[in-house]
């Protein structure tokens, strides 16, 4: 019989119980990065193009909850590209918004975003949201008129701008909780 070392034995005391804390202490304090400086930056500008956030959002409506993962990629204030996923990244679904209408990619063509029965509540939100104005809301910009609250729950600090963590939106209904995980801007000022 062949005794064979498992490819892990190497790294085995990174996988004792310490070890793991060790690591998601350490990955916790790199994801982290509001500081004291968010409170004392600007918010990021309204009309900031060429950005992308990343993280969750829970969709309510009635009694029915839905979450999922995002990348919201805007590439100037008429374009943007919502990728949205469930547990594991599955059911992948890519949203293209422009102007005022939300487009879902069906193939290489886009179609009229429609009702779907797998995701009533996201199906719910995707109708009744002013597309035009989803991206500015996530960017901490509240609406200017219409039927919708939006709040920033908590900041964070992306330099070199104050941007939004968590993002409470409620209106016809429905209520979206969303927590931006990482920010990106490009280019720079």
């Known amino acids: ?75 100037d204030e008429e374009t943007e590209i919502i990728t949205l996923s469930g547990p594991l990244s599955m059911n992948r679904q890519i949203i293209t918004r422009r102007g005022k209408a939300f487009y879902q990619a069906d193939g290489s063509a886009l179609r009229p975003a429609a009702p779907s029965g797998e995701n009533p509540a996201l199906s719910a939100a995707l109708i009744r949201l002013p597309p035009e104005s989803l991206g500015t809301w996530l960017l901490g910009h509240g609406p200017t008129d219409g039927d919708w609250t939006v709040k920033v729950d908590e900041w964070q600090f992306t330099p070199p701008w104050r941007t939004p963590a968590r993002v409470t939106i409620h209106g016809s209904g429905i209520d979206i909780r969303v927590m931006i995980s990482q920010w990106g801007f490009n280019p720079l000022p």
Not at 36 to 51: D, K, Q, R, T, Y
Request: net charge negative; glycine share 6%.
């Open 1 to 75: 019989m062949i005794a064979t070392q498992s490819p892990l034995a190497p790294h085995s005391r990174l996988l004792s119980r310490s070890g793991v804390a060790l690591i998601f202490m350490l990955a916790s304090a790199c994801t982290t990065i509001d500081t004291g400086e968010s409170l004392e930056a600007p918010i990021v500008p309204m009309h900031l193009e060429a950005w992308e956030a990343r993280g969750k959002a829970a969709v309510t409506l009635g009694a029915e909850t839905e979450t999922v993962r995002f990348i919201w990629q805007r590439f």
